[in-house]
């Protein structure tokens, strides 16, 4: 795919800071919480076999945490939302869509907002389940746009965005709680492009966790 940014420096003042890991932290140790009940049984052996399994499908939203790394300059992170949706074709095998939006007002204390804005999909399989539970993982291919500012020298800054293919790795836990409603949980690496300080494109590492309420369309059997 084609790059296409811009540039331009201003003389901003810059102030370090420092990106917490809190957050990421709370939100591993309760996506482990929700798994614990699911992973200390067995699911794959004893117990009454299925009824039968048919295609299910289903549309989350929710809100989306992201921590971005910028390469000689710091960490970013961003906070908001997350739409996406599971085809559930089999019993342990489906595919997901997923549509998420991050943003920041002020990147690397430059004055400059930043986003990064994603569009991916592909296989999704569920290793575990029991009742109304289920462990998943997935690998999703795609486009991300992202929008950043980068230090150069001085009090300079350079501002700039690329769109290039993005891709994501992960898994979580979705749960029923009600009726047709759920929840799901979900961790995952991300793949993205920035323009960097000498304008020019560089691969970004990014951890991003996400938590949305769950809609059946169509129910097949969690």
Known sequence: ?????????????????????????????????????????????????????????????GYSYLTASTPGAGRVNLNGLNAGGHMDFFQRWGATVDAGYVRTGNVLGTGNGGYILTFLGGPVFYPVQHGSTRVFVHALGGAGLVDSAVPTSGTTYLHGWVARYAYAVGGGVERSIAGRFGIRVKADYLRTAFVDSADAVQLQNNLRLTMGLVFRLKEGRW
Request: no cysteine.
């Open 1 to 61: 795919m084609a790059t296409q940014h811009r540039g331009s420096q201003f003389g901003l003042p810059l102030e370090p800071k420092i990106a917490t890991m809190s957050p990421i932290a709370k939100a591993l140790a309760f996506l482990l919480l929700l798994a614990a009940p699911v992973l200390a049984q067995d699911h794959f052996h004893g117990g009454p076999p299925a009824a039968g399994f048919g295609p299910s499908y289903d549309v989350s939203f």
